[in-house]
Structures are given as structure tokens and as C-alpha cells.
């Protein structure tokens, strides 16, 4: 009865989170222009926004994300100087593609060519730092990009130049660009670049100072429109096959996200008949709308009944109560708590059944927890209370396994085979005694004289 009870119990708590009111799935949460938008939640690494996050779409100048990458970890000296080569120019010439006007035979540091590369996204200085880095070798540093790529676990990201103008077979994806952003990120030198918005190129041997405007508006506040305050870097994009893209990042009230917005128009949206650029409309839109409405929780505690299983060997009960194993906290839209999300047993490393003695605190199964039928969190479950095994059931239970174990049956077998051989053997001597101890017949008894 108290068993039944307490399933009944579990039954109606989970119907009752199953159908609390509140927000729908993260992703109906938002409506977007762009084709493709990835929003992270770095503190948890949660993914809180996914909109084709794994299709394959050019990368345009985000691929310079790598590039950097490459460079300044392959880089022993950041200050050593580099002569522009023409045939660096002429790689890029005809694309009208951003640049920072670099000249052939001007000489730059690395560190001045990564201000460049990444600040005005200059694509003249991505093959001068490919040629640099790769001795020569412009596809030896993009096989080096590549590899970079396979060791974050981009599955879906294939470089073929350093710049990311449109090219066959140069491809990545949202949630690929975003692996490569954060360990970018972790590069003191990148972290500080992508979030200056103007930089003065020092004067060379060719050339006087030059000043240099971040392309990304996101972080320039004298573009109103699309300045976002708690917006730091990364970086932009854009091309015919790509469409308008950013990578940024951003902080408040000890919230930090990562956005990635790919294949976004390029149209008038306010309708002052001037073309906008909705890429940073969007990256600000979800980074405000976080903000706004999502909040980290407690959607699971230590004394949640999330399920129950059965125990045998014991008399004095016949299941046990499974709770989470620690609290745990998650982030979910404003106003939801550990009332407006489901705890679901994982059949497969969940038990049906379990042997006392079982302890409190015993680690008997796992849970996902889910919130608008998806998964934001697991966690471990544990047996809420003692149960004592019976002695009696135990050693009854010992006994009915060791007969049918298999060492059992074998030795079994093997006590059958030997009796039976035995048996055969004392036969077969008894057979044989009885005939030496018969009388002998005399032949041809009447001829005996």
C-alpha cells in the first residue's frame, strides 16, 4: 500500500510540472530575420537560442577568427617585423574586399598586422600573416586553420583561404564559429583587439598614420542604431554567399552570453529608406532579450521525489524513493522555478529494481531535467532513505544464485560425469567378479573315462 501511495505521489508531481504555465520553448521565444542565429550562455555553456545553429553556410570575414588564432599561437614574437609582399596584394586584388591599404614592401609587426586583420577585417593583411606564419606557404597555414577546427570539434568547418571571401568548399557553421570564438577568447592579445573600436596604424617606411575603424558597430557608440552597451567584440562579416554576420559577446548583472548571427539581410528596416545592416540589429536583440528574461534558477532539489524502484531483500520495505543528488540550478525565463520543469528518470541508467541494503545517499539512477520538452540539465539520483536487507532473504537469495550460477552448474556436471563414471566402473568390476566365481563347464563330460 505505502508503496502504491508513493507512486501515486510521484505520478501527480510530475503532471503537475508537466502543465505549470509559463514561457514556451526558448526558440519561440524570439523571432529573427537572420537564417541562422546561435545564442550561448557562457556561464553554463547552455545554448538558450538555436536557430539552424548547424547549417553549413561561408563564414565570410569570421573565418578571420582562425586566422588570428593560428597566428598568435604560432607566433613566438609578436613584434617581429614583416615585409608586405606584392604577391600578398595581389591575392586580393579585384575583390573589392575591406582592407587597411597595407603597400608591398611596407613593414609591419605581426602584432600591428592582427590589428588590422581584425579591427578594419583587412584582407590583405590575412595573407600577409598567412604567408608569415606558414613560411611561404599560404595553404600550409590554412591546413593549419583547418586543424585548429578538427582539435575544437568543428565538424562542419572546412577553411580554403585565411580571408573568407566566397570560395567553393570554405564553409562552417553557427555553433562551429562559436568553439572557435571562445578559445579565440582565451588569447589575452585576440580578447583585446576585437573590442577596440579605433585603432592608429603606426607610421612605416611607406606610409604615415593611419586610423582605423572597427567594423563592428555593435561596440561603437557612435552608431545609436545598432550599439549594444554591454556588447565586447568579436567580430564581422559579410559577403554575397554569407550575408551580413557578427560573433559578440556580452555581460550584465554577472550574465554572460556569446551570439552568432550568420546570413542575415541587409534591408530597411526602420523605413528612413536607408538599407540597415541586421545582423547587429539581431546579435543586440537577443543579447537584450536575454538579459530581460532569462534568470538562473533552482529547478531541482534534494528533496524532489522524482521517482521510486523496487527493492528486494529487504521485509521491511519493498521500493525505494529516488531524489536528485544535489540542487541544481539552470537558466530559465524569468518567474520559473523548480515548479516549471520536468524531472524524468533516464530508463537506461536507472534500475528498475535494486538489492538491500540500500543506503541514503546511495547513487541509484540519473535524471534529465527538461523545461519546455528540452533538456537544460541532469543530475545524479539518490536513494532518500535506508533500507535494511533480511537476513534470512539474503542468505536464501545467496543460495538460489549460487545454484544457478554457472561454476555451480559446471561443478554440478562434472559430479554427475564423475559419479556416473564411477557407477560404471563398480558395474563393471562387480560383472567381472561375478564371472571368475561361476563354475566351469566340462565339454565332452561322457568321453571322460
Known amino acids: 500500500m505505502k508503496r502504491i501511495i508513493s507512486l501515486a505521489l510521484c505520478v501527480l508531481v510530475l503532471c503537475v510540472s508537466a502543465i505549470t504555465p509559463g514561457f514556451a520553448a526558448f526558440n519561440a521565444a524570439l523571432e529573427t530575420s537572420a537564417d541562422i542565429v546561435l545564442l550561448l550562455n557562457r556561464d553554463s555553456g547552455t545554448v538558450v537560442f538555436d536557430k539552424n545553429a548547424d547549417k553549413v553556410t561561408a563564414p565570410a570575414s569570421l573565418t578571420k577568427i582562425a586566422t588570428a588564432t593560428v597566428a598568435i599561437e604560432h607566433c613566438s614574437d609578436l613584434d617581429a617585423k614583416v615585409t608586405v609582399k606584392q604577391s600578398s596584394i595581389d591575392a586580393i586584388a579585384g575583390t573589392n574586399s575591406s582592407t587597411a591599404g597595407l603597400l608591398p614592401g611596407e613593414v609591419l609587426t605581426v602584432r600591428e598586422l592582427l590589428y588590422c586583420l581584425l579591427v578594419r577585417s583587412a584582407n590583405e593583411a590575412a595573407v600577409i600573416l598567412a604567408d608569415y606564419v606558414g ?45 572557435l570564438t571562445e578559445h579565440a577568447l582565451e588569447l589575452p592579445l585576440f580578447s583585446e583587439i576585437v573590442n577596440t573600436v579605433n585603432y592608429t596604424l603606426p607610421a612605416t617606411n611607406k606610409s604615415g598614420e593611419r586610423n582605423l575603424l572597427s567594423t563592428n558597430w555593435l561596440i561603437n557608440p557612435n552608431f545609436k542604431t545598432y550599439y549594444c552597451e554591454y556588447a565586447a567584440g568579436v567580430k564581422t562579416g559579410s559577403t554575397s554567399d554569407a550575408g551580413r554576420c557578427v560573433v559578440s559577446t556580452a555581460s550584465k ?197
Open 253 to 449: 548583472d554577472g550574465y554572460n552570453y556569446l551570439g552568432v548571427v550568420m546570413g542575415a539581410p541587409y534591408e530597411d528596416v526602420n523605413g528612413d529608406g536607408n538599407p540597415d545592416n541586421c545582423a547587429f540589429l539581431e546579435c543586440k536583440k537577443i543579447f537584450e532579450w536575454a538579459f530581460d528574461n532569462l534568470r538562473m534558477s533552482k529547478v531541482a532539489d534534494t528533496t524532489r521525489i522524482v521517482t521510486v524502484v523496487d527493492v528486494t531483500l529487504s521485509r521491511k520495505a519493498d521500493h525505494v524513493r529516488l531524489v536528485p543528488a544535489s540542487d541544481v540550478t539552470a537558466l530559465v525565463p524569468v518567474g520559473n522555478n523548480e515548479n516549471s520543469v520536468l524531472i524524468e528518470p533516464i530508463p537506461e541508467e536507472t534500475p528498475q529494481s535494486v538489492e538491500a541494503p540500500v543506503k541514503k545517499g546511495d547513487v541509484l539512477g540519473k535524471a534529465r531535467i527538461l523545461y519546455a520538452e528540452s533538456e537544460i540539465a541532469t543530475v545524479d539520483l539518490v536513494a532518500a532513505e535506508d533500507v535494511d536487507v533480511s537476513l534470512l532473504l539474503y542468505i536464501g537469495h545467496g543460495i538460489s544464485q549460487l545454484f544457478r550460477s554457472a561454476v555451480f552448474l559446471v561443478i554440478f556436471a562434472l559430479v554427475l560425469l564423475v559419479l556416473a563414471v564411477y557407477g560404471f566402473l563398480v558395474l563393471r568390476h562387480k560383472q567381472q567378479k561375478k564371472r571368475r566365481r561361476a563354475p566351469k563347464t566340462v565339454k565332452n563330460f561322457r568321453n571322460l573315462k
Open 135 to 179: 613560411n611561404g606557404s599560404v595553404p600550409a597555414f590554412v591546413d593549419m586553420m583547418n586543424e585548429l577546427a578538427a582539435s575544437l570539434g568543428c565538424e562542419n568547418t572546412h577553411f580554403v583561404n585565411p580571408h573568407g571571401l566566397d570560395e567553393p568548399g570554405h564553409q562552417s557553421t553557427a555553433r562551429d564559429i562559436a568553439k
